[in-house]
């Protein structure tokens, strides 16, 4: 019997390794939002999701400007405020919040403030 259960277990903890390796680096975006000031469109917010759980949020802002950017933000998705902090990014660098929030709702309303 003990012998069973061990060939039970080592094929899924091999494809739960399997998984997880497969899904490193892999995103599927989702929206982008642009954000506008007197500039132009000085920041874009991209949402995407991790490919093997759909729930797990993540977010890129990149800066589209020659200058270092700092803002408070707050992110909304229908309505609902799921993400609030602070960034500061590089002449036209990117910043990667990786596991942010958690959101199952499909192709959610989203809005982005800074100030």
Do not use: H
Request: charged content about 10%; some cysteine; overall charge negative.
């Amino acid at each position: 019997m003990r012998k069973i259960l061990y060939l039970l277990i080592i094929p899924f903890l091999l494809s739960n390794q399997s998984c997880t390796k497969d899904c490193l680096n892999s995103d599927i975006a989702y929206v982008n939002v642009d954000v506008f000031n007197g500039w132009g469109n000085v920041v874009d917010f991209i949402f995407t999701y991790d490919s093997c759980n759909e729930c797990v949020n993540n977010f890129t802002i990149v800066n589209n400007t020659q200058y270092q950017l700092s803002y408070n933000f707050n992110i909304y998705q229908n309505g609902i405020l799921v993400y609030t902090g602070y960034f500061i990014v590089s002449p036209y660098g990117s910043v990667y919040f990786n596991n942010a929030f958690n959101n199952c709702s499909m192709n959610p309303y989203t809005e982005v403030t800074i100030y």
